[in-house]
């Protein structure tokens, strides 16, 4: 058996920026003698979490800032990848807290495009999760006037096209699923128009992150070329759910695990080739730490190459 770690896999480049900013927080913090709190998760993927705990991250509650800043008040706070709304910023700076931002600069210029159009007054929809960390930061610099849809029945749904509609999308949200319902409602606001109906046309704005959407393809043909895939994601990473979802269709053998004791082995049985691959929040080193558990369960001496 040959087992081997998809060569696209491992943190995107946000992530890698994001765990370095708390890498670099830690270090410093330590030296100072000072705590380091991030609100929320860094990122989606528990081992990760875990890593960062043991090194003295410690993950907050929005409801925990006040206790922080009464208690602690020389710790460092840091913002995750995925943002805040403006009211969180507006709370730690009413508290004087030490906030160390390490936002996603693409979830920022999302943040920033959204404002735009919500002072321009245009309808705002946005294609992702309306409880996912990014899509709340979203909502909070449009104060909520916005719409989130995240299935082309709820787009079914929408009736009012009255003022100008810009569709965009959460970050991490399939590019695939986006385009369908842009297709959706392009069609519908042109025959309102040809109606007479409205007069304003859809300004869509393809949002999804080129970071998960550059990986599809190559996933795609490592799963191809592999008998069984291991498909490595937190269980509430959205990119993740989609990628393992584009990696199912090619190869019914692949298989999705948070934990290496969710490995079944009879998943194995009869296959020649093995392929490791996670999402953009999987780092490496539990992709490396899956493929020698493979290997030693099945005495593999040789070190597979990388595809």
């Known amino acids: 058996m040959k087992v081997t770690i998809d060569h696209k896999s491992g943190f995107c480049w946000g992530v890698v ?3 370095d900013i708390a890498e670099e927080t830690l270090n410093q913090s330590h030296l100072e003698g000072k705590n380091v709190y991030i609100l929320g998760h860094i990122i989606h993927n528990p081992k990760e979490i875990e890593r960062l705990e043991k090194r003295g991250l410690t993950t907050i509650t929005h409801s925990d800032l006040e206790r922080i800043a009464k208690d602690d008040k020389d710790a460092k706070v840091i913002i995750r990848a995925h943002g805040e709304p403006p009211a969180t910023y507006k709370s730690a ?9 390490a936002t996603c600069p693409l979830v920022t210029n999302l943040q920033n495009r959204v404002r735009k159009y919500h002072e321009q007054n245009f309808q705002i929809i946005i294609f992702g999760k309306k409880e996912h960390a990014e899509v709340i930061g979203l909502r909070g610099v449009c104060n909520d006037q916005c719409l989130v849809i995240k299935t082309l029945d709820e787009a079914m749904q929408i009736t009012d096209f009255d003022r100008q509609t810009v ?8 590019k ?6 842009k297709e959706y409602l392009d069609s519908k606001i042109k025959n309102m128009i040809d109606l007479g109906e409205i007069d304003n046309k859809l300004l869509a704005r393809d949002t999804t992150c080129r970071a998960v959407t550059s990986r599809e393809e190559p996933l795609l043909n490592f799963a191809r070329i592999n008998d069984v ?3 490595v994601s937190g ?4 990119n993740g759910k989609s990628l393992y979802q584009s990696c199912l269709k090619v190869n019914p053998k692949t298989h999705f695990i948070e934990d290496i004791s969710e490995i079944d082995w009879a998943w194995f049985d009869g296959a ?7 999402a953009t929040s999987t780092p490496q080193w539990y992709l490396e730490k899956v493929k020698a558990e493979i290997e030693n369960k099945y ?9």
């Open 235 to 238: 269980k509430n990473s959205s």
């Open 176 to 181: 695939h699923q986006f385009h369908k319902v």
């Open 272 to 278: 020649e080739t093995v392929g490791i691959s996670g």
């Open 93 to 101: 700076e009413n508290l004087n807290l030490d906030v160390v931002d």
């Open 299 to 307: 005495n593999i001496d040789e070190i597979a190459l990388v595809n």
């Open 167 to 174: 569709f965009m999308s959460q970050t991490t949200m399939d």
């Open 17 to 19: 920026r994001t765990v």
């Open 229 to 231: 895939v291991i498909f």
